[in-house]
């Protein structure tokens, strides 16, 4: 799920997830810092536990592996540059590029891995709209991994377009559509369209509370899935 927020600072988050049968509950801290402006520069790791009822650690095994896990994430390193602003149309647009490297833990007989296994180079770019309390968001970005153990991945598109009403000051619901392609080696390439309902809550200048449900609307080699998502994030 992709939904729009301010960077702070410093954020303190805790997020839970749940995917069909997979559950990750994620305790994370991410710094970010004003370089000069228009340009600010983050990092963030977090701590991971995660319960996945249908991990098939060994295809060759008939016994499903182990269910449970929990260690640090996956380290996340971006910059993000504002290279335009204007606020008489109230219309922003940012580049923002960053590495994913593969921190966490891999999956064992014993437990199940916190990391996605391989490294890799993420660009996106976001623009971001407002009508009143009406705010538009879209976004558009390539993921490509590297390293021995990516496999058979070979990159990840993405692309998500997201409207919002600020009914209550404390208050924001969100509509959002969102479309990722997973490009594969040996393999047809994975795809998926989903629709994303979420509720945006800034409760006041250090807390905010993100709920979001999201739900697969078409699939080519990848499964229509529901996921729901909780996300409480702090500020300081």
């Known amino acids: 799920m992709t939904l729009n927020f301010s960077l702070q600072n410093r954020l303190v988050h805790c997020l ?8 990750l509950f994620t305790l994370g801290l991410t710094v970010t810092a004003g370089v000069i402006e228009n340009f600010d520069v983050a990092a963030g790791g977090s701590y991971v536990w995660v319960k996945d009822k249908d991990n098939d650690f060994d295809p060759d095994d008939a016994e499903l592996g182990p269910q449970n896990g929990h260690d640090f994430g996956d380290l996340e390193i971006s910059g993000r540059y504002r290279f335009f602003e204007s606020k008489e149309q109230s219309l922003s647009l940012a580049y923002i ?5 593969a921190t966490g833990s891999s999956s064992s007989r014993e437990e199940t891995g916190t990391s996605q296994e391989f490294s890799c180079f993420n ?11 009406w705010t538009a968001n879209a976004d558009i970005g390539y993921s490509l991994p590297f390293g021995d153990k990516r496999e058979n991945a070979r990159g990840t598109f993405n692309a998500d377009v997201a409207l919002g009403y600020q009914y209550l000051p ?3 619901p969100e509509l959002e559509l969102n479309y990722g392609h997973d490009l594969l080696s040996d393999e ?7 629709i994303t309902a979420g509720l945006v809550m800034p409760i006041n200048e250090r807390l905010r509370v993100n709920l979001g449900v999201q739900q697969g609307l078409w699939g080519r080699n990848n499964d229509k899935e529901t996921t729901m998502s909780v996300a409480v994030k702090l500020a300081f």
């Open 188 to 194: 047809k390439d994975s795809q998926v369209l989903a």
């Open 97 to 101: 590029a960053g590495f994913t490297l």
């Open 16 to 23: 839970y997830t749940c995917l069909n049968n997979r559950h």
């Open 123 to 133: 660009q996106t770019l976001v623009a971001s709209k407002d009508w009143g309390k």
């Open 170 to 172: 404390w208050l924001q």
